[in-house]
Nanobody, 124 residues
Framework: VQLQASGGGLAQAGGSLRLSCAAS????????IGWFRQTPEKDREFLAATRLNGWGPYYANSVKGRFTMSKDNTKSTVYLQMDSLKPEDTAVYYCAAGNLILSSIQSSRNYAYWGQGTQVTVSS
């Protein structure tokens, strides 16, 4: 089982980046895939989640209107389009997968599978 996150890098404030997360190694149809981020100062923060071949996406208030999550069910791949980036968006971004219900998507502890993380750095 593997979640491969990619697309991180350096952006200027106000700029954009697009992250990808490809799931492989088992059937992920019906699984929830979420995006989280983490800095040394904070716990892992929920950003967005969607169920493959199902509902979503749903967003955290902190990124609603700036980040857009999309999915390609045929490829078990999700994307996170990040616009209007701010320096405070600087973090390691992770994708994760789990067999979850909607009420549990915001807790990182409920996800069974994690990608390796990709660094996003936003300069002012």
């Amino acid at each position: 089982v593997q979640l491969q996150a990619s697309g991180g890098g350096l952006a200027q404030a106000g700029g954009s980046l697009r992250l990808s997360c490809a799931a492989s190694g088992r059937t992920f149809s019906g699984y929830v895939i979420g995006w989280f981020r983490q800095t040394p100062e904070k716990d892992r923060e929920f950003l967005a989640a969607t169920r493959l071949n199902g509902w979503g996406p749903y967003y955290a208030n902190s990124v609603k209107g700036r980040f857009t999550m999309s999915k390609d069910n045929t490829k078990s791949t999700v994307y996170l389009q990040m616009d209007s980036l701010k320096p405070e968006d600087t973090a390691v971004y992770y994708c994760a997968a789990g067999n979850l219900i909607l009420s549990s998507i915001q807790s990182s502890r409920n996800y069974a599978y994690w990608g390796q993380g990709t660094q996003v750095t936003v300069s002012s």
